[in-house]
């Protein structure tokens, strides 16, 4: 059959197998391009100036994928990967992380990396951190760098059973956006009712930190954390304008959760271990996560024609690219840059003045008549239809697709 995007309000619910190869293929191109300036590092006088064994938690897509990209194929990481992806039927294509872990597990094997993959193990529960402690313990060899890049909705308490859904609702008032279908270029008004308690606390059990400090611990405890360790959770802050959806409401409150954890984490460990333990600010990309989140495609869009107008657009890879050279493993220097509050920023580019400036000019004046010229709702599209694996270049959508494995 010829394979076509399936999508409706920004989700998309088909992939193409060949597409996903390609595109990855593509990502792991662009940073073996940059390996040679990644990988010449001095020793930092702290121990391993580059990491050797990196687990990813949640590795398949998104930031995941791209900070596995660059451990193992910028910096020759051994790596470990747990994401929860569907695997293809007869009929039906599986999720586009289940052909990115197998295309990644392919090309580690071919350029000699060693790479363990676990595509669909529900990372919350304890058969995962399991399986983690299993991996190092038959290769004999203890983490390094512990990546916690989850985006869900549903969460299982491996203690309780309970199960916990997070939300992405705004807390006290509703919040009132304008949300944009970039494949129909419609804007439209999207209303969101605030949050109940209860909404707010399940939100917090499944995107904030108790699940990441689970993981830590239990390395820590098998005695597979190396001593130096550094260990990431992902977050964002964005503009202003969007937190009473984003920063201010119940995603928020689960991301503020996480930044207590970090901090929680350093103190535990600190003092005998030399984990560091970081909430890492990314910027705004397109990834499935992102992509439903009311008011952020009509941002994104904007903010990608003003970065591209600017030559300083970055994807979910030029960022981890950045984080790791310029961040973690700086020539020479074991400090890890860090803003007031402990967190890195590498959402520098994207939160400067005058790109703020320039984006918030640009949304007060938007409509559908402008759009096109004010924003890039087509760089959007592609990227989100590149994440299932169309419109990757060089890919023949014409031909039948014979299989989808
Ligand atoms: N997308 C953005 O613009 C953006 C910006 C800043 C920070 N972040 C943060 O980055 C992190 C990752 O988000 P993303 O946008 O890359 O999302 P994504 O949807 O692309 O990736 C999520 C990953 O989590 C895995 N996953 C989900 N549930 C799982 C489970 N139960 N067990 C195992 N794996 C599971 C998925 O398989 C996938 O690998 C999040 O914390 C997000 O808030 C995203």
């Known amino acids: 059959m010829i394979l076509k995007p399936m999508v409706r309000n920004n989700i998309c619910i088909n992939a193409h197998p060949e597409g996903c190869r390609a595109e990855i293929r593509l990502q792991v191109g662009r940073v073996k391009a940059v390996r040679d300036r990644l990988t010449n590092l001095g020793k930092n006088g702290r121990g391993t100036p580059k990491p050797a064994h990196a687990l990813v938690i949640g590795c398949s897509t998104g930031y995941g994928l791209a900070s596995r990209l660059v451990a193992a194929f910028g910096y020759g990481a051994d790596t470990v990967g747990f994401s929860y992806e569907k695997e293809p039927t007869g009929t039906k294509p599986g999720t586009p992380g289940w052909y990115f872990n197998k295309e990644f597990d392919a090309l580690a094997a071919e350029t000699g990396l060693s790479a363990q993959t676990f595509s669909d193990i529900d990372a919350f529960s304890r058969a995962a951190k399991e399986k983690a402690i299993d991996a190092a313990r038959q290769k004999g060899f203890q983490y390094d760098l512990v990546i916690y890049s989850l985006a869900s909705p549903v969460r299982t308490d491996p203690e309780t059973g309970a199960l916990y859904r997070s939300v992405i609702k705004p807390i006290g008032r509703q919040y009132a956006g304008r949300t944009l279908d970039v494949f129909t270029g419609k804007i439209a008004e999207a209303t969101v009712q605030p949050a109940t308690e209860e909404e707010i606390a399940q939100t917090i059990k499944v995107m904030g930190g108790e699940d990441w400090a689970l993981w830590i611990d239990a390395l820590e405890a098998a005695g597979v954390l190396s001593p130096d360790a550094i260990t990431l959770a992902y977050s964002y802050i964005g503009p202003s304008f969007s937190w009473p959806i984003y920063r201010d409401g119940t995603i928020g409150q689960a991301k503020l959760h996480l930044e207590k954890t970090a901090q929680a984490l350093n103190e535990r460990y600190r ?52 984080l790791f050279s310029e961040r973690l493993y700086r020539k020479g220097d074991a400090q890890v840059p860090v803003d007031a509050e402990g967190r890195i920023r590498i959402d520098d580019l994207e939160m400067g003045s005058s790109v703020q400036n320039e984006v918030s000019a640009r949304l007060a004046k938007i409509d559908e008549s402008n759009l096109y010229s004010l924003a890039d709702p087509d760089g959007f599209k592609s990227d989100f239809l590149r994440a299932h694996g169309f419109e990757v270049p060089g890919v023949d959508y014409e031909r039948e697709v014979a299989s989808f494995e």
């Open 271 to 322: 003092a005998t271990k030399g984990l560091r333990a970081f909430v890492c600010i990314n910027k705004a990309v397109v990834t499935r996560a992102s992509a439903v989140i009311p008011v952020i495609p009509l941002y994104i869009s904007t903010l990608f024609k003003v970065m591209k107008e600017r030559n300083i657009h970055e994807d979910c890879v030029d960022q981890m690219i950045r």
